[in-house]
């Protein structure tokens, strides 16, 4: 199984601050999703990264694959209470169907 | 239109009994899957379904049984409920498998007593 460790598990911070979350796996991966879940719904995808060194910017969220392809950034600028959610990393199973997903990281934003 | 629907939305029930939840996607999609969200919010694989076929069957005890009638719809069985199967159980949808785009379903709540 090609684990995806996330850090920080919980992160709250106030609305202006900037954030990074992180994404760690010992297995190279082809390519790494983002997702974010809001409470009481499903993950909705964010950005695929497929490129080693790769970076993608969404608005305020800049994401970035590592160079070797084992790990990947999640940079919130400015961060705003509609930020507020589980953001989870996912990578492909070895067999190609399915993922696999990190542990989240749980981001409040508070006014 | 709803992308990915589940039914229910919550669901209550006590040990030993038997239930269903549905999931129909309306997007044309070849792959469907279930995943199993736990109370620490790991989201973790079940099953995934190609063209009706099984395609991926994770560490899940006997007593899932997931059934796809035809590609847009992806049920899943559970006999004998246990108090370990209280979960939030999410079914999603992909054009193909792998990293293409997973679309998620609002996800089911069960709660067994």
């Known amino acids: 199984t090609q684990l995806l460790e996330q850090s920080p598990q919980f992160l709250s911070i106030q609305e202006g601050e900037n954030l990074t979350v992180y994404c760690n796996s010992s297995?190279?991966?082809?390519?790494l999703q983002w997702y974010r879940q809001e409470p009481g719904e499903g993950p909705v995808l964010l950005v695929t990264?497929?490129?080693?060194?790769e970076v993608k910017k969404l608005k305020r969220l800049t994401f970035q694959f590592g160079d070797a392809r084992k790990d990947s950034s999640l940079h919130i600028t400015a961060a705003q209470p509609g930020d507020t959610g589980l953001y989870l990393c996912?990578?492909?199973?070895?067999?190609?169907?399915?993922?696999?997903f990190g542990k989240g990281t749980s981001l409040l934003v508070t006014p | 239109d709803t992308a990915v629907s589940q039914t229910p939305k919550y669901l209550v029930t006590q040990m030993g009994n038997d239930k269903s939840i549905k999931c129909e996607q309306n997007?044309?999609?070849?792959?469907m899957y279930w995943y199993k969200q736990d109370s620490k919010k790991f989201l973790k694989i079940m099953f995934s379904?190609?063209?009706?076929?099984?395609?991926i069957n994770e560490t899940v005890p006997n007593r899932f049984s997931p059934k796809s009638p035809d590609k847009a719809h992806l049920n899943l069985h559970i006999n004998s409920l246990e108090l370990g199967d209280s979960a939030v159980y999410f079914c999603?949808?992909?054009?193909?498998?792998?990293?293409?785009?997973?679309?998620f379903g609002p996800g089911t709540r069960l709660t067994v007593l």
């Open positions: 999603a949808s992909s054009q193909a498998a792998g990293l293409d785009t997973q679309y």
């Open positions: 297995s190279v991966f082809s390519s």
């Open positions: 990264v497929v490129t080693g060194g």
């Open positions: 996912a990578g492909p199973r070895t067999s190609g169907y399915a993922l696999n």
């Open positions: 997007l044309g999609h070849d792959t």
């Open positions: 379904y190609n063209n009706k076929e099984l395609i």
